[in-house]
C-alpha cells in the first residue's frame, strides 16, 4: 500500500468504525471496512483508557494486518458533547507595499482570528474560514492575488478540552497509530453526506448518534454553526427498558422491529408479542405505547436541534432543510417526526458516491448506509488535507497537535 493511505477512525459510543482507503483519481478508494464494538467511551469521551485503549487497539490490529502503512496516518473522529464553537474575527494590514493579497497575508489574518480567550485546560481543534473581506468588501472566498490594505476573515472556532484529547490520542499512539488530524464529528459526517447544492441553499445535517445528538448549519456554501448535545439513540433504548420493565438488549429490540417515531400513525390496539423477540421475556404491549415512549424522547433531541437553529436565527428557514446520519436515523418515522418538529424538509442523508471507490458491490452496500457518513468523512477530510496543504504541512499538523496536549 501507498503511504497516501489513509485511515479514517470514527469512534462512537456504541460503535467504532475505521475505513481505509487511498486516493484514486479524483475519488478516494475504499480498500477495508473495520467495525467492533466500543467500550469505555461515553459520549465522544475516553471514561475509562485501559477499556477505551484495548477496544481501539483491537480495530488498529486488523487494519494493520491489511495496511501497516495505513497507521501512519490516521484522521480520529473527535465527538466531545463538551467541545464548543463560537464565530470569530482576524483584522490584518496588508503587508506588501503593492498592497496586493499574499499567503503570509492569509496565513497571519487566520491566526489572528485564532487569538480567541481558552481556558488553560482547552485546546483549539479547528479553525473553519467563513468568509474573507478586503478593504470592506464582504464574502470573498479566496483573497490571494486581490489588492487592498486591510483584509479581515470570519471564522468559526471548535475547541475541546485538553485531556479529552489527549487521552483519545493516546489510546491511537499506544497501538502504533499515527494521529495526522482530529475531525470535530459533526463536520465529518457533513463532508460525506452533503452537497454543494444544499451548502449554498442552507441545511442542517443532524448525526444521531448512540449518546450524542451533533449538528452542523451551512447557507451560502459557509458553516453557521455546529454543537453536539448529551442525548442520543441509546436513550431511546434505556426509555424503554424503563418503561416496559424489560432489559436494554430486549429493548433495542423492539425500538427496531416494532419502534416507530409518530405515535398518531401507530395503530391503537396493535400489541408486541415479546417473545418473539427473547423467548424468556412474556408480555404484550401496545406497540402505541412503544410509540409514545420513542416519540417523546427524540422530541427532547429535535427540541436540542431546534434551539441551536434558532441561535443563529435559521429554526425553520433552512430551504434544504435537515439530512439525518448516524444509527439513529435508522429509526422507522424519525425523518416525519424530524420534519414536524423542525418545520423543515427531512431526508435519511447516504455518502455522496461520486467522492468515493468502492472496488465491490458489497463493500459499496455496506459503508452506503447513515452508520458510516462520520468515517467516510474522515477520509475525504484526510484527502482534502493533503490537496489543500503545502508539502510537510501534514508534519507542521502533527506536530501542532503534539505541542497543543502538552501540559
Not at 484529547?165 to 465529518?188: I, N, R, W, Y
Request: charged residues 25%.
Amino acid at each position: 500500500m501507498a503511504h497516501s493511505t489513509v485511515l479514517g477512525l470514527d469512534v462512537g459510543s456504541q460503535t467504532i468504525r475505521a475505513v481505509i482507503a487511498e486516493p484514486s483519481l479524483d475519488a478516494m478508494r475504499i480498500l477495508s471496512t473495520i467495525a467492533r464494538p466500543s467500550r469505555g467511551i461515553r459520549k465522544g469521551i475516553v471514561v475509562d483508557i485501559d477499556d477505551a485503549s484495548q477496544a481501539i487497539g483491537e480495530v488498529l490490529h486488523e487494519a494493520r494486518l491489511f495496511s501497516r502503512s495505513s497507521l501512519r496516518n490516521v484522521c480520529v473522529s473527535m465527538g466531545a458533547y463538551d467541545s464548543h464553537a463560537q464565530v470569530s474575527r482576524g483584522i490584518v494590514a496588508v503587508s506588501r507595499t503593492n498592497s496586493e493579497v499574499y499567503q503570509d497575508d492569509i496565513d497571519r489574518v487566520i491566526e489572528a482570528s485564532q487569538a480567541v480567550h481558552l481556558d488553560q485546560n482547552r485546546m483549539l481543534l479547528h479553525t473553519v474560514v467563513r468568509e474573507f473581506t478586503v478593504d470592506g468588501v464582504a464574502d470573498i472566498r479566496n483573497p490571494l492575488g486581490m489588492v487592498g490594505s486591510r483584509l479581515e476573515v470570519s471564522s468559526i472556532i471548535v475547541d475541546a478540552f485538553k485531556h479529552h484529547v489527549k487521552d483519545l490520542t493516546k489510546c491511537v499512539e499506544m497501538h502504533g497509530g499515527s494521529v495526522s488530524d482530529l475531525v470535530f464529528a459533526p463536520l465529518a459526517s457533513a463532508r460525506s453526506v452533503l452537497n454543494k447544492n444544499q451548502r449554498d441553499l442552507g441545511v442542517v445535517l443532524i448525526d444521531l448518534g448512540a449518546l450524542t445528538t451533533s449538528i452542523a448549519v451551512y447557507e451560502e456554501d459557509k458553516l453557521l454553526h455546529t454543537a453536539i448535545f448529551p442525548v442520543g439513540a441509546s436513550h431511546v433504548t434505556n426509555d424503554l427498558a424503563v418503561a416496559l420493565k424489560i432489559p436494554v438488549d430486549v429493548a433495542e429490540k423492539v425500538k427496531l422491529a416494532h419502534g416507530f417515531a409518530v405515535s398518531r400513525e401507530v395503530p391503537a390496539k396493535e400489541t408486541i408479542d415479546l417473545r418473539t423477540l427473547d423467548l424468556s421475556m412474556s408480555g404484550t404491549p401496545l406497540r402505541r405505547f412503544v410509540a409514545e415512549v420513542i416519540e417523546s424522547r427524540l422530541q427532547e433531541i429535535f427540541d436540542f436541534v431546534n434551539g441551536g437553529l434558532r441561535s443563529v436565527q435559521k429554526a425553520g428557514r433552512l430551504p434544504a432543510g435537515a439530512v439525518l446520519v448516524g444509527g439513529g436515523a435508522k429509526l422507522a418515522g424519525v425523518a416525519e417526526l424530524a420534519r414536524q418538529e423542525l418545520k423543515l424538509s427531512t431526508q435519511i442523508g447516504l455518502p455522496v458516491l461520486s467522492d468515493l471507490e468502492t472496488p465491490t458491490r458489497e463493500l459499496a452496500e455496506l459503508v452506503d448506509t447513515p452508520e458510516y457518513a462520520a468515517v467516510l468523512g474522515l477520509i475525504l477530510w484526510g484527502r482534502d488535507g493533503r490537496l489543500m496543504r503545502p508539502p510537510g504541512d501534514f508534519v507542521r499538523r502533527a506536530v501542532q497537535i503534539l505541542k497543543n496536549l502538552l501540559p
